[in-house]
């Protein structure tokens, strides 16, 4: 009998293990599948709100159309305190029309009564030097200044100027400094052609010979030409486009973009940013910069005149951000437009992968 009762408690135990073990498996079940679900609505809700924040950019850029084709009628003209009151982007696009950048936050309601932010800025695109214009009319002035601004050490403008021209120009002659396929490219590993065409954008100078990241961007340069092996320097990159029509806009360039325009000296260039700072209108309003060429050769007469035709005050090209944002999770978008007969082309374009 009592063998019996040994044998109905090791059943009891036997079952009870398994009932343990089952009731954990279907814990672990229970839970895992809350943890995916929980995961899979995060992952929902993010690329709900990424796709969000993608159309809210989407939306600044047609902001952005509106404010150039705004802007585009507000060239030269007085500021209008009535339209000032009356319409929204009034201020801003005046800003724009006298060849000011213009920075906005802007709130955009969505579905279920949340709402998407805006981040958009507007730049004129001739506030900085053409480099495809210099090189191919081999304009060696504005290539020194250019370089000097950007801290590059004399040493290196022989190649860096050479191996510019060469690689726009159309023929596959090196000059002294410079460098072609045959000479210097298809020796490279790996090797490839030189342009021998228009830069595409700023960028694609880091293919040309001498022309490094630091160059562009600013950093350290090192090497053994230098008194101390190294070298900081601020580069030449922000200098730079491969847009327009050579000239620039006085009323957007910054003071180092001034001084790379031959006739233009570090007083000139001073002169340009503190009339632009300090000036206002009849209307006792902030006026941004000059209202034609002919105003600013009157401020400034002894500009030479046979560098007269590099200078501007408006812009028919323009570099826009746009950032849309929902909940954090952000979307950019950066392109190039010109506006033109009324209506936007896009020139360059880049956004988030």
């Known amino acids: 009998m009592s063998k019996g009762n040994g044998n109905n408690g090791s059943s ?16 672990m079940l229970v839970a895992s599948f809350a943890f995916e679900a929980h995961l899979e609505a995060r992952i929902t809700n993010y690329y709900r709100n990424r796709t969000q924040a993608y159309y809210s950019a989407r ?11 705004k802007s585009a009628g507000l060239q030269g003209a007085e500021f209008d305190a009535t339209r000032a009151d009356q319409e929204r982007w009034y201020e801003k696009a005046r800003n724009l029309a006298e060849g000011g950048f213009i920075s906005l936050e802007h709130t955009l309601p969505i579905e279920g009564g949340e709402f998407a932010s805006i981040r958009l800025r507007i730049e004129p695109e001739p506030a900085r030097r053409n480099i495809n214009v210099i090189a191919r009319e081999e304009d060696d002035e504005s290539m020194e200044r ?5 801290g590059i050490p004399q040493e290196l403008w022989p190649v860096l100027i050479d191996s510019l021209y060469d690689w726009v120009d159309e023929d596959d002659i090196p000059r002294p400094d410079g460098a072609e396929t045959d000479d210097y490219y298809a020796n490279l590993d790996p090797p490839y052609r030189a342009k021998d065409g228009p830069l595409d954008t700023v ?10 990241r630091e160059i562009l961007e600013g950093g350290r340069l090192t090497g053994s030409m230098f008194e101390t092996d190294e070298l900081y320097v601020q580069g030449i990159g922000d200098l730079l486009t491969v847009h327009g029509d050579g000239r620039v806009n006085v009323n957007a360039a910054s003071e180092r973009v001034l001084m790379t325009i031959p006739g233009m000296d570090a007083l000139i260039a001073g002169d340009v940013v503190r009339l632009r700072e300090e000036w206002v209108d009849e209307a006792g309003e ?25 200078v501007t005050v408006d812009s028919a090209i323009f570099r826009i951000t746009s950032e849309g944002v929902l909940y954090g999770v952000r979307h950019t978008i950066w392109c190039t437009v010109e506006f033109s007969d009324g209506r936007i082309q896009i020139l360059e374009w880049r956004e988030d992968d």
Do not use: C, K, N
């Not at 939306?59 to 084709?69: K, N, Q």
């Open 12 to 27: 009891r135990g036997s079952a009870l293990i398994v009932v343990l073990w089952v009731t954990g498996l279907l814990a």
């Open 59 to 69: 939306s600044g850029l047609a902001l952005a159309e509106l404010l150039v084709s």
């Open 146 to 150: 250019i370089l000097d601004m950007g």
């Open 203 to 212: 960028g694609e100078m880091l293919l040309i010979r001498g022309y490094t």
């Open 286 to 310: 902030d006026r941004q910069g000059f209202r034609s060429e002919t105003e600013f050769f009157s401020e400034f007469p002894d500009f030479p005149e046979e560098h007269r035709g590099l």
